[in-house]
C-alpha cells in the first residue's frame, strides 16, 4: 500500500520540523559560544533561551503530529490504540518551552537573567528527560504500523533510523541531567552566565541530534512509499 497525498504532506511537515529544531539547535551552539567567549553575554543569554524554547514547541508539534497521524490514520474507523500515544511527555515540550521564552523574554528585559535563565536551563532540562524516549517510541509505533497495514520488513534505511532513535534517547536523557545540574549550581550563584551557556550548548547539541534524528525516522518510511506512490500514478 502505498502512501496518500494526506500522508506524505503530513510526513514531509514532521521531517521540516526536525530539520528547523537541528537549525535552532545550531543556532543555540553558535550563540552560547559567542556567550562564553565573554561578548555582550547578559543579552545573548536570554535569546538563546528564547531560541531554545521556540525550538522545542517546535520540535513538540512534529512529533505530536506525526503521533496523532499514526494514531488516527486517515480513513480508519477504528478505535485509536492509544496506549503508545506519549501524548503526556510531548505536552512536557509545549509548556516549558513556551515557559522558557516567557522566562527569556523578561531576562531579556532586565529582570533578574541571572536567575530566570538558570531556571529556564533546569525547565528544559528536565523536558528533556522526560521526553527523551518521545523519537524511539515514535520510530516503534510507525514500525508496528507499517507492518501491520503491509507485512513488511524493516529496510536497511528503517534500521538505521532505529539505531539512531535508540542513541538519540539515551544522549538526551544525559544531557537533560546535566542541564539540570548546572542549572541548580547557577541558580545558587556559582558563575551563573557560564553555567547557564554551558548547559545550553549541551542542550543546542543535542537539539540537533534530535531534530536530524527525528527527520531521519520520517524519512525512513515515507521514502519508499512515495515511491511506490509515484509509480500507481504514473501507471494510471
Request: glycine content about 12%; proline content about 3%; charged content about 10%.
Amino acid at each position: 500500500m502505498s502512501m496518500t497525498q494526506a500522508e506524505i504532506v503530513a510526513s514531509e511537515r514532521a521531517s521540516y520540523g526536525g530539520f528547523v529544531d537541528a537549525v535552532g539547535g545550531i543556532a543555540t551552539i553558535v550563540l552560547s559560544i559567542i556567550g562564553l567567549s565573554g561578548i555582550k553575554e547578559t543579552m545573548l543569554l536570554p535569546i538563546v533561551v528564547i531560541i531554545f524554547g521556540a525550538a522545542l514547541l517546535i520540535e513538540g508539534g512534529a512529533m505530536l503530529s506525526e503521533y496523532a497521524r499514526i494514531i488516527f490514520p486517515e480513513g480508519s474507523t477504528a478505535p485509536p490504540s492509544v496506549d503508545q500515544f506519549g501524548g503526556g511527555t510531548l505536552s512536557v515540550l509545549f509548556i516549558v518551552g513556551a515557559a522558557g521564552m516567557v522566562l527569556g523574554i523578561l531576562a531579556l528585559l532586565g529582570t533578574f537573567p541571572a536567575i530566570l535563565a538558570p531556571i529556564a536551563v533546569i525547565a528544559f532540562g528536565a523536558a528533556l528527560v522526560l521526553s527523551s524516549n518521545s523519537v524511539l517510541n515514535l520510530h516503534l509505533l510507525r514500525t508496528a504500523s507499517t507492518s501491520a497495514r503491509e507485512h513488511l520488513g524493516n529496510s536497511g534505511a528503517e534500521i538505521l533510523a532505529a539505531e539512531m532513535a535508540s542513541g538519540s534517547a539515551g544522549i538526551q536523557s544525559l544531557a537533560g541531567l546535566t542541564a539540570i545540574v548546572l542549572g541548580i549550581l547557577a541558580v545558587v550563584g556559582t558563575s551563573a552566565m557560564a553555567l547557564s551557556f554551558i548547559a545550553l550548548l549541551a542542550l543546542g547539541a543535542t537539539l540537533v541530534l534530535t531534530g536530524t534524528t527525528l527527520s531521519g525516522v520520517v524519512m525512513s518510511f515515507m521514502r519508499p512509499k512515495a515511491a511506490g506512490g509515484s509509480q500507481k500514478v504514473a501507471k494510471s
